[in-house]
């Protein structure tokens, strides 16, 4: 069975804070995929990233950055400097081996205040 | 059209009806999925379409729902004698290949919300 587990439902901030998103994932599979999607009031999906499970090495795109721990099975995402456009909800996902299904965390809802 | 497009953005029906929702992905794409996402919750899968074939569709909940994909490209979900609890935003997705090398990037549309009285 997978699991993604977010336990932050919601969290404000103030423009220009930095905010982390965690996420927590269970797994048996030795190969898997870790995603990130952005869930804008519109409702589509957007998609961030994508990391395998035999790359632990961080990632950094402009104000978002992501930190990969095997050892903890946790993917968060970090926005630097956030701005009222990365109010949305934040969507953690996996994907084992062999399966085209993503299983999504709950979802974390941030808000940015000017 | 560039993106995913689903109609209609919003179904309201009686307990009972039946339902149709349409997905028209993105041109070339040739993986279909269908999520549903209930209130204050993560998508959850229903079915996923290579082509014109399932190839998994055990995200579906129950034999009420059944999806098609008669030429490869546009797909149908559809619910017979729809219930309270089937009320929730139905998210297609499509992406280009099911190679293990495909990045994973599925491009969603906007979703149908489904409402049922």
């Known amino acids: 069975a997978q699991k993604v587990t977010q336990a932050q439902t919601e969290i404000s901030v103030v423009e220009k804070e930095d905010v982390t998103l965690d996420c927590v994932y269970e797994?048996?599979?030795?190969?898997?995929?870790l995603f990130w999607y952005k869930q804008p009031p519109s409702g589509e999906l957007v998609f961030l990233i994508r990391?395998?499970?035999?790359?632990?090495q961080n990632e950094i795109s402009g104000r978002y950055s992501w930190n990969f721990q095997k050892s903890t099975s946790s993917f968060n995402f970090t926005i630097t400097a956030s701005q009222v456009v990365d109010s949305a909800v934040y969507f953690c996902?996996?994907?084992?081996?062999?399966?085209?299904?993503?299983?999504f965390g709950s979802g974390t809802r941030l808000q940015v205040q000017p | 059209g560039a993106g995913v497009s689903q109609t209609p953005s919003n179904k309201v029906t009686e307990k009972g009806k039946y339902v149709e929702l349409r997905c028209d992905p993105i041109?070339?794409?040739?993986?279909l999925y269908w999520y549903r996402q209930s209130l204050g919750q993560g998508p959850e899968f229903l079915i996923y379409?290579?082509?014109?074939?399932?190839?998994?569709d055990s995200g579906l909940p129950n034999d009420r729902f059944f999806a098609v994909r008669p030429e490869g490209s546009v797909s149908t979900l559809k619910i017979q004698r729809t219930e309270r609890g089937d009320s929730a935003v139905y998210l297609c997705?499509?992406?280009?290949?099911?190679?293990?090398?495909?990045?994973?990037?599925?491009?969603f549309g906007e979703g149908s919300r489904l409402t049922v009285l």
């Open positions: 041109s070339g794409h040739t993986a």
């Open positions: 996902a996996l994907r084992g081996t062999g399966r085209r299904a993503l299983t």
């Open positions: 997705a499509s992406s280009l290949t099911m190679s293990t090398d495909n990045t994973g990037e599925l491009f």
């Open positions: 797994t048996r599979d030795t190969t898997y995929y």
């Open positions: 379409f290579q082509g014109t074939g399932a190839a998994d």
């Open positions: 990391r395998n499970s035999f790359d632990e």
